[in-house]
């Protein structure tokens, strides 16, 4: 079921999938629909809603307003479907994924954000265009925040189990770091009117579908951190074990001192926005200050 505060717009949209169903030999029944409650008994509830940025927008400076899109939104989740895994696509991802588990208070592993199936997607796709090499045997991890000082890792990144760096100079490999960085605002300087949708879309596939299989997958999502990497009270892209449970497991990878720089950055700009939000949501909803261990 699709919902979106226009009831005509989420019909219309369910529609059309549904007319594309028997082309993907799919007897799903998709509706749409402004009412809430239409996802009593979900499983699993993907938060997509939200303003997106405008050219040369930065995605922190959608917080306000998503904040408070997503604030009704995820209070129906928890009233309508209060046994579902969640997965928050709205951006800023990082700073709303830990607004939704705060506002649930539900276990860390059942609030699930999209970044790094993303942000490796659109690394290994620039790998791919740099090297020739064909994207099946192509491997690429970005964790840290879902913004500009997100975190590619060349290091863990490979064609087939090999090294990208046995192809690919520093400079080319700089090359592709900066560009993965700026790939989404890539794209909405292209498009103009409307962020990037394909990628985005295909990486949400991929992890409802690593959760509807009980796939045990290991992607790179957005979690509550409760220590993990040194980090606590605070959401961000690491590599998490993706099951029927939801974040099953996170994976604390080994990171070298340039890395760990990197990510400590990337935190930093996490944990500003954090700040921010503070101050958007209630005092008896406040949320506790980020606390590197
Ligand atoms: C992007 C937006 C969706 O990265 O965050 O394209």
Redesign the pocket.
Request: glycine content about 4%.
């Given at each position: 079921v699709l919902i979106d505060i226009k009831d005509e717009v989420a019909r219309g949209a369910a529609l059309d999938i549904q007319q594309a169903a028997p082309l993907l030999n799919s007897d799903s029944i998709v509706t749409g629909t402004s009412d809430p409650q239409a996802i009593a008994g979900a499983e699993l509830v993907v938060v997509s809603a939200g303003l997106?940025?405008k050219p040369g927008m930065d995605?922190s400076e959608l917080l306000e307003s998503n904040a408070a899109i997503l604030g009704d939104i995820i209070e129906n989740v928890a009233k309508y479907a209060p046994q579902s895994l969640l997965i928050i696509?709205s951006?800023p991802?990082d700073i709303l994924t830990y607004f939704a588990w705060k506002r649930t208070a539900w276990p860390e592993k059942r609030v699930i954000g999209?970044?790094g199936v993303?942000?490796s997607a659109?690394m290994a796709a620039f790998i791919a265009m740099e090297t020739g090499f064909s994207i099946s045997d192509i491997n690429a991890l970005v964790l840290g925040g879902?913004g500009d000082a997100m975190v590619p890792l060349p290091r863990y990144s490979c064609i087939r189990g090999i090294p990208i760096s046995h192809f690919l100079n520093d400079e080319a490999t700089k090359q592709i770091v900066q560009r993965t960085r700026k790939?989404?605002?890539e794209?909405?300087g292209l498009k103009k009117n409307s962020?990037?949708?394909n990628?985005?879309a295909g990486a949400i596939y991929t992890m409802v579908e690593a959760i509807a299989k009980d796939k045990k997958r290991i992607l790179p999502c957005i979690s509550v951190l409760n220590g993990e990497f040194g980090y606590k009270n605070m959401a961000m892209g690491v590599p998490c074990v993706i099951g029927a449970d939801g974040i099953e497991k996170v994976i604390e990878i080994d990171l070298n001192k340039e890395e760990t720089t990197l990510l400590k950055r990337s935190v930093d700009s996490i944990a500003n926005d954090l700040e921010k939000l503070d101050m958007l949501i209630t005092p008896d909803q406040n949320i506790y200050k980020y606390l590197p261990n």
């Open positions: 997106h940025r995605r696509a951006n991802a999209l970044s993303l942000d659109r879902h790939a989404g605002s794209i909405l962020s990037a949708y990628a985005p």
